[in-house]
């Protein structure tokens, strides 16, 4: 599926030097791999076309999908960024070598423990871990401690999560990276024990909010959407933060990178730069995505617990394993 918003280049681009030569005038502009909610990056696009008159082609897909994809099209991918919900996406790219380096300039616009020490991509947005329970069921003095308490046998057919998506595999990345690999196959192993599996957070979530589970491991978003709306999915759901550095008190990275292999290096950096300015990350403090604004000084939705009150564990986004998680969860029998 493909969006695409154009507009006349005006002084902004004039400013800018970013003007679409003629090459980019007989294509597509520049071409993005959005792994993000499309009407976030739908935003993102309209404004930053809006602002420098670059036509911006949005091609829709999830994390896993795009970034096996781009590596195996290699040099020849027509991708010019790649935008993704979760970090394990950005590092196979990365780790494949397709990235080229972000601008300095953009880097400095986000803090360094929002972004990859390698600076070959970019945090774009976050989103939090929590454990959603249902309030009839679950009393504050019966939430889980700690993430790993999730595999004592006192939880078993009491929690749910849906593993076979992106979001939870970061999670557990998350997991290996500060508790190694012995520690979280154990976990995986008493997680298959004792876990209900649904298809989606969201499903996870009505399962909760229904009474049919006590509680589940989803981000924080989907219950800040919901509430937004009708709130029919979430009105019985109370949200954990489990914090003290806890692998359940994980932040996930949604990145952006530059396709080394971009046919439209100049116009793709300043995408980037423009989405993690304050244009960019204004969108993400009004929009309806309620995921974290990460940029310098840039302000989250006011409902959002502050990024700096999660006491997240740090985590160089750059190691962690998407492909070593896939293995660890299918011996566990979770995929």
């Not at 491991?217 to 550095?245: P, R």
Request: without cysteine; glycine residues 10%; proline residues 4%.
């Amino acid at each position: 599926m493909k969006t695409a918003f154009s507009t006349l280049a005006g002084a902004a681009a004039l400013a800018l030097g970013l003007i679409a030569g003629p090459a980019m005038a007989e294509d597509a502009g520049i071409i993005v791999y959005n792994a993000q909610h499309e009407s976030l990056a739908k935003e993102w696009a309209k404004g930053f076309t809006k602002e420098t008159g670059i036509k911006v082609t949005l091609r829709n897909g999830g994390d896993s999908d795009f970034s096996n994809q781009i590596v195996a099209e290699g040099a020849a991918s027509p991708a010019d960024v790649f935008l993704t919900e979760n970090s394990p996406a950005m590092a196979l790219v990365e780790a494949a070598g397709l990235f080229t380096p972000v601008d300095a300039d953009t880097l400095a616009q986000v803090p360094q423990e929002y972004q990859p020490s390698s600076g070959k991509w970019v945090g774009v947005a976050a989103r939090s871990t929590v454990f959603a329970y249902n309030k009839d069921k679950l009393k504050e003095g019966q939430l889980p401690k700690s993430l790993l308490d999730l595999a004592d046998p006192s939880w078993k057919g009491r929690w749910a999560a849906s593993p076979s998506g992106a979001d939870f595999q970061a999670i557990v990345s998350a997991m290996l990276e500060l508790k190694g690999e012995a520690a979280t196959s154990d976990w995986l192993k008493a997680m298959k024990e004792n876990f209900t599996a649904y298809k989606g957070n969201n499903t996870v979530m009505k399962a909760v909010n229904a009474g049919e589970i006590d509680g589940g491991v989803i981000y924080h978003y989907y219950y800040f959407g919901d509430q937004a709306k009708t709130g029919e999915n979430s009105k019985n759901v109370g949200l954990h933060y489990f914090k003290n550095q806890d692998p359940g008190a994980f932040v996930s990275i949604s990145g952006g990178g530059v396709l080394a292999s971009s046919k439209h290096p100049k116009e793709a950096q300043a995408f980037l730069k423009w989405v993690t300015g304050k244009a960019g990350q204004e969108v993400l403090k009004t929009g309806t995505s309620y995921e974290y604004a990460v940029g310098k000084d840039a302000m989250s939705n006011p409902k959002l617990v502050p990024l700096a009150d999660l006491q997240a564990p740090k985590i160089d986004p750059t190691h962690l394993n998407s492909k070593k998680v896939i293995d660890l969860m299918t011996q566990a029998g979770l995929l």
